[in-house]
């Protein structure tokens, strides 16, 4: 008489219970990944707009004669049909003729949340 070869059933189901208890963590371990790489992707966003925005407000400061730098100005812009706020604060510094630019970005929805924040200087 020739035993089969297989598995028991208690085998079978051990390693039913093993996949049952990982497939659940698997899963958060994937969403949080997931997650993860939507908010580097808005914070990414974000620097950008704060950079261009510094940068727009750079060039006119040298390009356009008789500008003077708002002490505080804020806007939208729209970036793969996602719409952004912008903040910009400037002050003036200890050193003379020069201010200080804190540029602050988030989604329009959000505006408390920041995601982006810039720091800069410009020689008035």
Wanted: overall charge negative; aromatic content about 8%.
């Amino acid at each position: 008489m020739t035993r089969s070869r297989g598995f028991t059933l208690i085998e079978v189901m051990v390693a039913l219970a093993i996949v049952a208890t990982a497939l659940p963590a698997l899963m958060m371990l994937i969403t949080s990944q997931l997650q993860g790489a939507g908010i580097t992707r808005e914070k990414t966003q974000a620097y950008w707009i704060a950079e261009n925005q510094l940068a727009r407000l750079t060039l006119r400061d040298r390009l356009v004669e008789q500008f003077s730098i708002p002490d505080s100005v804020n806007g939208t812009v729209e970036r793969d049909g996602v719409r952004w706020y912008w903040e910009l604060t400037s002050q003036q510094t200890e050193v003379e003729g020069f201010r200080r630019l804190d540029l602050t970005v988030a989604l329009d929805a959000q505006k408390e949340d920041t995601l982006a924040s810039l720091t800069g200087f410009i020689n008035e």
